[in-house]
Every structure is written in C-alpha cells, then in structure tokens.
C-alpha cells in the first residue's frame, strides 16, 4: 500500500516562552482528500500549517511526505504543498502581478516558457487574468490573497492550505475563491482550509478535524461531528450540510 501524502506523528510543538502549541498530533491525509480544519483561538490551527513545510521545527514527533520526512528534504515539501497564509502581504515578492506569480516556478529551475505557462495558467485560475502588470501592493486584499493563491499553484502542489482565506472578503470575493478551491480540488488537489466559517465551505469538505489546546479533537465526517462544534466555540450554521456554502 503506498503511504499516505502527508503524516503527522506524535507532533509536538513547544515555544521558546514554554507555551505548548501542539500536543502529539497525529494524523493523515490522503490524496485528493478536502479538509476542513476548525478550532478556537489559539487552538494551533496555524503553528500546525507552519510545520507542514518545515517553516516550524517539531519539539518531537515527525512529518511525512509520501512516506519520507519533511524536514530531510524541504524543497520538495515546498514544492508539493502550497501553504496560502493569512496575512497575503507576507507572502507578497514580486514587483508586479505575474512576476510575483513566477517566483516559485523561477525556485524550481523550470524552463521560461513552461514558467510563462504557468504563470498564465494561476493567474487565470485565481482570477487575475488581466492584472499581470499591476503592482501587488496597489491590489485590494481579497486581489492580494488570489494572487498568493496563484503564487503557490504555479508551483502545481498536490496539497493547497488555506489559513482563513475568507477573512476581510466580502460575499462575491468568497464566493470566487470557493470556485477556485473546488476547481482546484475537482481537478485533484488536496485541500486543508482552515476557519471558523464552517457556513461558508464546509458542504464541500469530506472531511473535518477540529483543534482544541493544541491537541485533534475530532476527526471524521463532517455530518457526525456538527453536533460538537458549538462546545468549542464554533458556530454552527444553522442550515443543512449541503447548503454551508457560499458559493453562487
Ligand atoms: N511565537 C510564539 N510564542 C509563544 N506562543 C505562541 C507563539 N505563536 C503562537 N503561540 C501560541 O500558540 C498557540 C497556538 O497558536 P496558533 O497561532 O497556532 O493558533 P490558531 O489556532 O491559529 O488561532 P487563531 O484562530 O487565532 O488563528 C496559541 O496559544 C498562541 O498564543
Ligand atoms: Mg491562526
């Protein structure tokens, strides 16, 4: 059987200051898998998408990548999974829109051409078709967090993760990010997204796993476990699964 894309084993993160963000997480995901990752505040949602490509180091435990660590080989982790941050001016290099696109196809050493192809491709993808030669800094933020987006799909990862993608976009701005997710996911992609907003996105997860203290509370299908969201401090939508979307 071939091993899983991405195993956390017994994964524990403490801070310098002794704060333990991640207590013995174990878990799996698989190809093509869509998760929804929830938690309260300061749960270790973030301190946890960190260690995926070896941008935190694990106190203990360890991080697999179809069956090989993470940390023995980060190019590779960074080329395979795509991390989409919250903050998207962080993530921000480029002096124009599809050069900023290009600066991780550029890493991998790929031929100019393929690089414009790419670069094309995301860019259309995410929805930016036509702001090449804007300056990043002049975008809005929900522009600035698509072309993060693109950033890491010209990269083509296997697995995308999203911290709080929807913060600060206004309806039509989600909604065009859920049709890029899903696209994305349709075309094979494993998707980790993690938020509070289970309204917005979770009829097209498979899965949910929710955080608490630093340790997996839950894990499993979303329908069975709704009903413990609320004493983590999770709203529930109060609709049915299949209408938590807020895609148009
Ligand atoms: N550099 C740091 N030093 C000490 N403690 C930290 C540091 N960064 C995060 N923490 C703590 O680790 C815990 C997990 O933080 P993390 O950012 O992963 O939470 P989160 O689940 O992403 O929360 P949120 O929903 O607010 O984004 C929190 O208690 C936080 O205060
Ligand atoms: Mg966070």
Same mark, same amino acid.
């Given at each position: 059987m071939n091993p899983p894309l991405l195993q956390l084993r017994q994964l524990s993160h403490r801070f310098p200051n002794g704060t333990l963000g991640l207590d013995s997480v174990s878990l799996s995901i698989e190809k093509g898998e869509f998760i929804v990752l929830a938690g309260p505040n300061g749960s270790g949602k973030t301190i946890l998408m960190r260690h995926l490509n070896g941008l935190a180091r694990p106190s203990s435990g360890e991080i697999l990548l179809n069956g090989l660590s993470v940390l023995d080989n980060l190019a590779r982790a960074r080329r395979i999974i795509g991390l989409v941050f919250q903050e998207a001016d962080a993530q921000i290099v480029g002096q124009t829109v599809s050069r900023d696109a290009a600066f991780g196809p550029e890493n991998l050493k790929l031929p100019r051409e393929e690089i414009s192809r790419r670069v094309e491709a995301s860019l259309q993808a995410a929805g930016l078709s036509g702001f090449e030669n804007r300056r990043p800094h002049t975008l809005s933020?929900?522009?600035?967090?698509?072309?993060?987006?693109?950033? /890491?799909?010209?990269?083509?990862?296997? +697995? *995308? /993760?999203?911290?709080?993608?929807?913060?600060? *976009?206004?309806?039509?701005?989600?909604?065009? *990010?859920?049709? /890029?997710?899903?696209? *994305?996911?349709?075309?094979?992609?494993?998707? +980790?997204?993690?938020?509070?907003?289970?309204?917005?996105?979770?009829?097209?997860a498979q899965r949910l796993i929710l955080m608490n203290k630093g340790r997996i509370h839950a894990d499993g299908p979303p329908s069975d476990l709704l009903e413990q969201v609320e004493e983590l401090g999770i709203r529930r939508p109060r609709c049915p699964l299949h209408e938590m979307t807020w895609k148009r």
């Open positions: 933020g929900g522009e600035k967090r698509r072309l993060a987006a693109a950033g /890491v799909l010209a990269m083509r990862p296997e +697995l *995308l /993760v999203f911290d709080e993608p929807f913060t600060g *976009l206004d309806w039509p701005g989600s909604a065009d *990010l859920i049709e /890029v997710i899903t696209a *994305l996911h349709a075309s094979g992609t494993a998707i +980790l997204l993690i938020t509070h907003d289970l309204e917005k996105i979770l009829a097209h």
